[in-house]
């Protein structure tokens, strides 16, 4: 398993509000996508990349990073055989992605992913 990028997941109460901030603001102005809870704005220029989500629709619980890897079941092999928390179990979304929640010892919780090709 490799991981290919780190997305940090900000948490705030309104998206269109905060694409305004975001976009204008920070020049993050390509909207990869936005499934109404959850948006991924990305810099032209830089690939500097952030998602804002208001709270996760299909997880208990909400991320504070997404961590695209290269081998989703491999990552979560790993993190049983390590016996790190399973927040959300390996689940494929209707979105395009297979992910899974885990725990790190210091209680952050990470979206661990590997999007599908398309």
């Known amino acids: 398993m490799r991981v290919t990028q780190i997305i940090a997941d900000l948490h705030v109460p309104d998206l269109p509000a905060s694409k305004s901030?975001?976009?204008?603001?920070l020049g993050l102005v390509e909207e990869e996508f936005n499934l109404g809870w959850v948006a991924r704005h990305t810099s032209p220029a830089s690939?500097?990349?952030?998602?804002?989500?208001?709270?996760?629709?299909?997880a208990p619980v909400d991320p504070v990073v997404s961590v695209?890897?290269?081998?989703?079941?491999?990552?979560?092999?790993?993190a049983q055989e390590r016996g790190y928390e399973i927040v959300h179990p390996l689940t494929t979304e209707t979105w395009g992605v297979t992910r899974?929640?885990?725990?790190?010892?210091?209680?952050?919780?990470?979206?661990v992913v590997q999007q599908h090709a398309s």
């Open 47 to 58: 690939k500097a990349t952030l998602q804002v989500m208001t709270s996760d629709a299909t």
């Open 21 to 25: 901030f975001y976009s204008d603001y």
């Open 100 to 111: 899974f929640f885990v725990r790190a010892p210091d209680g952050n919780v990470l979206n």
């Open 68 to 78: 695209m890897v290269d081998d989703v079941e491999a990552a979560y092999r790993q």
